[in-house]
């Protein structure tokens, strides 16, 4: 433990799984797969790896930079850093965007619930591919059992944000997410000798270059910054919590790695699956839940492999549902002088609307839409393909032109206490090839660039 008076992690490897923790979660499990299968498979897979390397990387030093800076959440960090400033709105955007994740996370980690209880009764067993896929159409789309786990989900983050029990959290990730890692590897090596897994595998990883368009970049995109969870100050408000002594650049280093190889596990478990269960690779976010109950079929004791996998898929989305919810309590707390239970409270209706209305639009709402989108959909696309890489963005510019260069070394080298051999490159990237790309990303998939060169 450091000496400091504002609470820090514990120790050094405590870090690591609360930032993990953060960020590895339903988005590596749940929206990887789907996403890499509505998106064309291998060629997703390769874009999205380069946004996270170029873009995702830098974007979290920048965060944990303006985190353990500033001591503060979010949005008081650049209070602290900007004083009287307009740059507060990217923290505004970040608690706004925490928010709405939450809206429509929280249906999809009732969902996990659903199937915790499905498995120990024993009701996924003996079933076909299509008896799957009937069932979770018949489930997602009812009224009481999808919200009711909704709300029993968002209850149980109610209950650990106002009760504090961040060192609980601390203390269970450090088993929790090993033995996740450990079920990963199980499922994968089950998933690639089912017969016919070569296809799967090829779908994931050769890919088809015709099939990169400017839309599949922008999802590429903001898979990236959701699963690392950047572009909304939640990993600033971790780092606000790091010790002096953490090592800001292998930290972030560790967190990508970790949370890249979680997400290329779970498409080498799911994508050989689909293909020989003969499963559409474009169905959308119920892929990973019609899939996985077949894999488990396939295993001895499959109710206790699937028990146990969807408990930790439950718990990892616990602890980013966590994440999320104290970016947008630690606001309301600290903005509006609520207490702290107050805050939590008004938090987790505003969540509980917007959830029950994203449950509701697999269903009876499914009609009503938003651009084309339903209502889940659209909360997805706005916060992940536009306000996480819109909030990156802003966030590398400002430190790009409003900080001081020795300012941002000394705090990432701990006062020259270690290296940053590529301190350089990396401000480059952070103050001119970040931003930019995420710009012409925008500008293409708006069809501007298009128009431009019609002009020209
Ligand atoms: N990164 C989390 C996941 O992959 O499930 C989701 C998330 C958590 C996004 C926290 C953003 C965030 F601030």
């Not at 955007?93 to 939450?102: K, P, Q, S, T």
């Not at 707390?333 to 449950?359: D, N, P, Q, T």
Request: some cysteine; aromatic content about 14%.
């Amino acid at each position: 433990m450091t000496t400091n008076t504002r609470a820090t992690f514990g120790s050094k490897i405590g870090v690591i799984l609360a930032t993990v923790g953060c960020a590895v979660g339903l988005g590596n499990i749940w929206r990887f797969p789907y996403m890499v299968g509505s998106n064309g498979g291998a060629a997703f897979l390769l874009i999205y790896v380069i946004c996270i390397l170029l873009l995702g990387l830098p974007v979290m030093i920048t965060e944990f930079f303006i985190g353990r800076r500033s001591r503060r959440n979010a949005a008081g960090a650049f209070k602290v850093m900007a004083p009287g400033t307009k740059w507060s709105f990217i923290g505004y955007n970040g608690v706004l965007a925490a928010f709405l994740i939450l809206g429509f996370y929280s249906v999809v980690a009732g969902w996990t619930l659903e199937y915790i209880m499905q498995a120990f009764s024993g009701s996924l067993s003996g079933k076909t591919a299509a008896d799957f896929a009937v069932e979770f159409e018949t489930f997602s789309s009812g009224i009481i059992r999808p919200i009711g786990w909704t709300i029993a989900f968002i209850a149980l983050t109610h209950l650990i944000i106002i009760s504090g029990v961040k060192s609980g959290i601390e203390r269970a990730s450090k088993v929790m997410m090993p033995v996740l890692f450990f079920i990963l590897v199980a499922l994968c090596i089950r998933s690639v000798t089912l017969p016919d897994a070569t296809e799967g595998l090829k779908f994931l990883f050769h890919p088809d270059f015709e099939k990169i368009t400017s839309s599949v970049v922008l999802s590429a995109m903001g898979q990236a910054f959701f699963s690392l969870s950047i572009g909304m100050g939640c990993l600033i408000t971790y780092a606000s919590y790091f010790g002096k002594e953490t090592n800001l650049q292998t930290t972030a280093l560790q967190v990508t790695l970790l949370d890249t190889l979680v997400a290329i596990l779970a498409g080498i478990m799911i994508f050989p699956a689909v293909f020989s269960f003969h499963i559409a690779p474009t169905a959308g976010p119920e892929l990973v839940f019609i899939t996985l109950p077949n894999v488990f079929e396939q295993l001895p004791l499959g109710w206790l492999w699937s028990f146990i996998f969807f408990v930790l898929l439950a718990l990892a989305a616990l602890t980013s549902t966590i994440s999320l919810h104290e970016v947008a309590t630690a606001y309301v707390h600290e903005e509006y002088h609520m207490s702290r239970k107050k805050a939590a409270w008004f938090v987790s209706i505003g969540v509980l609307v917007l959830a029950v209305i994203s449950s509701l639009s697999f269903g009876i709402l499914k009609e009503y839409t938003i651009f084309g989108l339903t209502f889940f959909d659209a909360l997805d696309y706005l916060t992940a393909k536009i306000m996480l890489p819109l909030g990156g963005m802003f966030i590398c510019i400002y430190v790009g032109t409003r900080v001081d260069r020795k300012i941002l070394k000394e705090e990432l080298t701990n006062k020259s206490t270690i290296p940053f051999h590529f301190f350089n490159t990396y401000a480059f990237f952070m103050k001119y090839i970040s931003p930019i790309a995420i710009g012409i990303i925008f500008l293409n998939e708006l069809g501007i660039i298009k128009w431009i060169k019609g002009l020209l």
